[in-house]
């Protein structure tokens, strides 16, 4: 199975435009910047990965 387990993949990252107009990404849950390819204990998958998830079992 592939690693699906970072940021990029849970329900709490979200990707935002600062005051310049560059696009940062932010970990809604945790309340602090993040990387796409961070992986922390509390992630949560979003339902298309969930699915993936399971096709691939």
Do not use: Q
């Not at 560059?22 to 992630?43: I, V």
Request: glycine share 4%.
């Amino acid at each position: 199975m592939k690693d699906y387990h970072c940021c990029a993949t849970c329900i709490h990252f979200e990707v935002y435009r600062t005051e310049d107009g560059r696009p940062k990404t932010r970990c809604s849950r945790l309340g602090y910047d993040t990387d796409p390819t961070y992986k922390f204990n509390c992630w949560t998958p979003k339902d298309r990965i969930k699915k993936l998830m399971e096709k691939e079992k």
